[in-house]
């Protein structure tokens, strides 16, 4: 039974760096029939996605992210990560991470609330 | 990049049917998946591959997706149907996940 688990801080201060974790249960990092993914979705709005990565290190971002975007994995630990440089208010969301394909749809986590404050 | 298009609501009285779309250039050529989001919940995969149903979804929920236009249809819509619904595709030209802006489905 697959489980995908974010971690990290719920509150970063204005202009540091957000880290997440998102570890992978019951189920392969290394698949290469999967991509793993970060998707946001701010209070009262819509989802958005971040980015994703596939086993072998390749990474897909959202352009309108990308210049404060890092998304890696870890094979070795059946983790992947995200970091969001210069955050700002506006980076306030739940953040989800999820295993997807083109053709299975997008499987995932529970989500962990990050707020951005002083 | 690619725009998904919902309507931001949808009402339906129960036991009707419920029909949402989501438009997009060509989507019929895409694979399209569904998803509802309860308030403070994940997303919940409802339909994957414009019509296949992960196991544990109802018959009730099935897809189609022809031309410019992709439907997720809820038959015999129940008070527990109550919820968002996003869809989604992987857009093979810039290799970008894309999301609709989402439905609120209310059960009047």
């Known amino acids: 039974h697959l489980q995908l688990q974010e971690s990290g801080p719920g509150l970063v201060k204005p202009s540091e760096t957000l880290s997440l974790t998102c570890t992978v249960s019951g189920g392969s990092i290394s698949s290469s029939s999967y991509y793993w993914g970060w998707i946001r979705q701010p209070p009262g709005k819509g989802l958005e996605w971040i980015g994703s990565?596939?086993?072998?290190?390749?990474?897909y971002y959202n352009p309108s992210l990308k210049s404060r975007l890092t998304i890696s994995v870890d094979t070795s630990k059946n983790q992947f990560s995200l970091r969001l440089s210069s955050v700002t208010a506006a980076d306030t969301a739940v953040y989800y991470c999820a295993r997807h394909s083109v053709t299975t749809g997008l499987y995932w986590g529970q989500g962990t609330l990050v707020t951005v404050s002083s | 990049s690619y725009v998904l298009t919902q309507p931001p609501s949808v009402s339906v009285a129960p036991g009707q049917t419920a029909r949402i779309t989501c438009g997009g250039n060509?989507?019929?050529?895409?694979?399209v998946h569904w998803y509802h989001q309860r308030p403070g919940q994940a997303p919940v995969l409802v339909v994957y591959d414009d019509g296949d149903r992960p196991s544990g979804i109802p018959k009730r929920f099935s897809g189609s997706n022809s031309g410019n236009t992709a439907t997720l249809t809820i038959s015999r819509v129940e008070a527990g149907d109550e919820a968002d619904y996003y869809c989604?595709?992987?857009?093979?030209?810039?290799?970008?996940?894309?999301f609709g802006g989402g439905t609120k489905l209310t059960v009047l």
């Open positions: 990565v596939y086993f072998s290190g390749f990474t």
């Open positions: 989604q595709m992987w857009d093979t030209t810039s290799d970008h996940v894309v």
């Open positions: 060509n989507i019929g050529s895409t694979s």
